[in-house]
């Protein structure tokens, strides 16, 4: 089962772009790469999904190398609102396993 | 209309009492999540729900019965509440119960046990 490995804090100021970078090995050839956002006294909120190469939306892009071995979530031109938690989830197969948040990377945008 | 709804939104309650976190959603949606929030900010699983049949339950203490009287609802109910059980609660679903399928979650539910 895959597991996930990625950073506990960031820091970025105002206008400048974020990567949080996502560790999965043991990635299985079905999972699929997932990210969501965690704003202070919400539910998290669906950012992204990808299973290789590059996705892009209005919110954010993920990178994923051929390996699929990790992932990168890219922020483009952060703002203050972007200050949030973010969760990378890895997983196919309805397991309690692929559906473990974790502790996510807290990012902190700053002016 | 809120897609995914909790009841309460606070919850205050002494050791040992039995209380009750209701969750609707209005998406129609196949699958409903328990997840729990602990002061650490660790977000795990607790359960599953797929068309009202349970399909996750993970290492919760049997105090913990979650129950799904159709589809578009899922309640937990905790009996004997400890200072541990002290955490936000969500609820959540999604269209499916494969774990890539988008989840909506619902505000959240802050239990605090004293």
């Known amino acids: 089962l895959a597991k996930t490995t990625q950073p506990i804090s960031m820091d970025s100021y105002e206008g400048q772009e974020v990567n949080i970078t996502c560790s999965h090995n043991?990635?299985?050839?079905?999972?699929?790469i997932t990210w969501y956002q965690q704003f202070p006294s919400q539910g998290p909120r669906f950012i992204i999904q990808?299973?290789?190469t590059k996705v892009t939306n209005e919110v954010a892009s993920l990178f994923i190398p051929a390996d699929r071995k990790s992932s990168t979530l890219s922020l483009p031109r952060v703002s203050l609102s972007d200050t949030a938690v973010y969760y990378c989830l890895v997983g196919a197969a309805n397991s309690g396993y692929a559906l473990n948040f974790g502790k996510g990377t807290s990012l902190l945008v700053t002016p | 209309d809120t897609a995914v709804s909790q009841t309460p939104k606070y919850l205050v309650t002494q050791m040992g009492n039995d209380k009750s976190i209701k969750c609707e959603q209005n998406l129609g949606h196949d699958t409903m999540y328990w997840y729990k929030q602990d002061s650490k900010k660790f977000l795990k699983i607790m359960f599953s729900?797929?068309?009202?049949?349970?399909?996750i339950n993970e290492t919760v203490p049997n105090r913990f019965s979650p129950k799904s009287p159709d589809k578009a609802h899922l309640n937990l109910h905790i009996n004997s509440l400890e200072l541990g059980d002290s955490a936000v609660y969500f609820c959540?679903?999604?269209?499916?119960?494969?774990?890539?399928?988008?989840?909506?979650f619902g505000p959240g539910t802050r239990l605090t046990v004293t």
């Open positions: 959540a679903s999604s269209p499916s119960d494969r774990a890539h399928y988008e989840q909506y």
């Open positions: 729900y797929n068309n009202k049949e349970l399909i």
């Open positions: 990808g299973y290789k």
């Open positions: 043991n990635i299985a050839t079905n999972d699929y």
